[in-house]
């Protein structure tokens, strides 16, 4: 159980353009989900927290407009990185959270290349 | 201000050793504890959480000191198959659903 999925799973793209990316969880319903960053050898940090059917609440410096976020079911949240430049270039991983409970699920990551 | 510091390492221990690693958070208000490891180039993946009483699975015991802001991470026994990153985590204030975690300690158990 537990198993959350994230699409695509690496993309390579030109600056400028746009990049979605889901999160879903599979075999439970995540009332939570979170969006994480990570450069290397650097720790994991928290962009925003993605709540089903309400605003993402995002982290300190992390820009609403570039980084969009959806949460419209109970399974599924979204990330678009808007207008990508190369420092976009991460590794973007999800986490999703089921009611009631504070452990967090991650999803395999996407590796983000703006070329 | 770092909330949760760890030890990076490396740690580099041959198969069979004890090795253990210490986090510390500063948010006294933190509830709730995690280990995770993170493989190379992969996502973190739950190994344990931390409870108060401490707790074992397995060659895997996880203890907190709330006094001194600390959890552990005990590896007995250590495998090939445990190296990997280790990031523990600990909640934010006030019960707060947000998870903040340390940079990470490598380890790599060598045959």
């Known amino acids: 159980g537990a198993v959350v999925s994230q699409h695509p799973s690496w993309v390579i793209c030109k600056s400028g353009t746009s990049v979605k990316i889901e999160c879903r969880s599979l075999?439970?319903?995540?009332?939570?989900m979170f969006w994480y960053r990570q450069f290397p050898k650097q720790s994991l940090m928290l962009m925003a927290t993605?709540?089903?059917?309400?605003?993402?609440?995002?982290e300190q410096g992390v820009e609403k407009d570039k980084f969009l976020i959806n949460h419209a079911s109970l399974t599924l949240s979204t990330l678009t990185v808007t207008s990508a430049h190369p420092e976009d270039s991460s590794f973007y991983i999800c986490?999703?959270?089921?009611?009631?409970?504070?452990?967090?699920?991650f999803g395999p990551g996407t590796r983000l290349l703006v070329l | 201000r770092k909330e949760v510091e760890q030890d990076p390492g490396p740690f580099n221990v041959p198969e069979g050793a004890t090795v253990a690693f210490n986090c510390t958070y500063s948010?006294?208000?933190?509830?709730?504890f995690f280990w995770y490891r993170q493989d190379c180039r992969k996502e973190p993946k739950l190994l344990m959480s931390v409870y108060s009483s401490g707790n074992e699975d397995g060659r895997f015991t996880a203890q907190l000191n709330r006094a001194s802001q600390y959890i552990s991470l005990l590896i007995r026994d250590s495998k090939l198959s445990d190296s990997a990153t280790y990031l523990c985590a600990a909640s934010e204030a006030g019960g707060s659903e947000k998870l903040v975690f340390g940079k990470g300690t490598k380890l790599t158990v060598n045959p």
């Open positions: 993605s709540n089903e059917g309400s605003k993402a609440t995002y």
């Open positions: 986490s999703a959270q089921a009611g009631g409970t504070e452990t967090q699920y």
């Open positions: 948010n006294s208000a933190s509830q709730s």
């Open positions: 075999d439970f319903q995540a009332t939570t």
